[in-house]
């Protein structure tokens, strides 16, 4: 089990290619970079967000009935 070569790669490489397409290979890539792109910027963002008070925690109201379920009902589309 040594080290695959050049010519493994190449041929794996020929056979994606051949598989995708080079048109979805493009797409694949520019999204992929988009993505990266868009997490960078979430990062820095969130990293110079000034921290959440803990002491302003939601709570959830209680009723009185304890055998009530909150639910939202949706309709099929």
Request: aromatic share 6%; net charge positive.
């Given at each position: ?13 020929l056979i994606v ?21 868009g ?6 963002d969130?990293?110079?967000?000034a ?10 109201n209680?009723s ?13 589309s």
């Amino acid at each position: 089990m040594g080290s695959f070569s050049i010519w493994h790669w190449l041929i794996v490489l020929l056979i994606v290619v051949l598989v995708f397409g080079t048109k979805k290979l493009k797409n694949m890539g520019s999204d992929l970079g988009g993505a990266v792109k868009g997490f960078k910027d979430g990062v820095r963002d969130g990293s110079t967000a000034a921290p959440a008070d803990p002491t302003q925690q939601v709570t959830a109201n209680k009723s009185a009935d304890s055998n009530t379920v909150d639910v939202e009902a949706k309709q099929k589309s």
